[in-house]
């Protein structure tokens, strides 16, 4: 069965500092992994992706992740905090091979303080 | 191509009525997935499409959930006797599974649907 853990209810930062956004997850064979972002009543979008290739995946926005095949993690990461990025962020999980079946985690609300 | 749209964008029923909701993807994706989202949670996967077929369908979802897409273009999700439980915001998404955006989804602005 997949699972996504987001262990962080919120993460409070101030502006200009990096902020990490943690994320483990539980997936038979190889995952493809996603972050997507939730801006007050606004939809859900799409952020970075895991695939294949390099662990280091870039996104929008100037976030990032680390793929992590031995800890089963993918953290979000940006360098300077923006006011802006105060939203909530959702990690999720699908296997690369037998269906389209995405777990999403419970989301973590990211609070940028100026 | 605007996106991903859903309608209505909110729906207020009594309990034990049906309730009948609609996706319009983005125009050339494949694949079409409905979740639920409630509040404090993240998104909980119901069933995808891809094209007309319906591929997969939570266990959580019961016997009163239905979903049809039955040209591969846009889908509806009717619940039946609705319960209070099903309180909820309903969500769309479509993905293309192509090329650079494949497994990418893409989200509709949701139906927040009240039971009262």
């Known amino acids: 069965a997949q699972s996504v853990a987001q262990p962080e209810d919120q993460v409070n930062v101030a502006e200009g500092n990096p902020l990490t956004v943690k994320c483990t997850y539980s997936v038979s064979g190889n995952p493809y992994l996603f972050w997507y972002v939730q801006y007050p009543n606004r939809g859900l979008q799409f952020l970075l992706k895991?695939?294949?290739?390099?662990?280091l995946v870039k996104g929008s926005y100037g976030f990032e992740a680390e793929f992590n095949k031995s800890q089963t993690s993918f953290h979000l990461k940006k360098p300077s905090a923006l006011v802006s990025d105060s939203a909530l962020y959702f990690c999720a999980v699908r296997r690369n091979t037998g269906g389209f079946k995405t777990i999403f985690g419970a989301g973590t609300r990211l609070f940028v303080k100026a | 191509d605007t996106g991903v749209s859903q309608d209505p964008r909110h729906k207020i029923t009594k309990r034990g009525q049906n309730v009948t909701f609609r996706c319009d993807p983005i125009s050339e994706h494949n694949r079409l997935y409905w979740y639920r989202q409630t509040l404090g949670q993240g998104p909980e996967f119901l069933t995808y499409?891809?094209?007309?077929?319906?591929?997969?369908k939570s266990r959580l979802l019961s016997d009163r959930f239905s979903a049809e897409r039955p040209k591969g273009s846009f889908s509806t999700l009717e619940i039946q006797r609705t319960e209070q439980g099903d309180s909820a915001m309903y969500l769309c998404?479509?993905?293309?599974?192509?090329?650079?955006?494949?497994?990418?989804?893409?989200f509709g602005p949701g139906t927040r649907l009240t039971v009262t």
């Open positions: 895991y695939i294949t290739g390099d662990n």
């Open positions: 998404a479509s993905s293309s599974g192509a090329g650079t955006e494949r497994g990418e989804q893409y």
């Open positions: 499409f891809q094209n007309e077929a319906q591929l997969e």
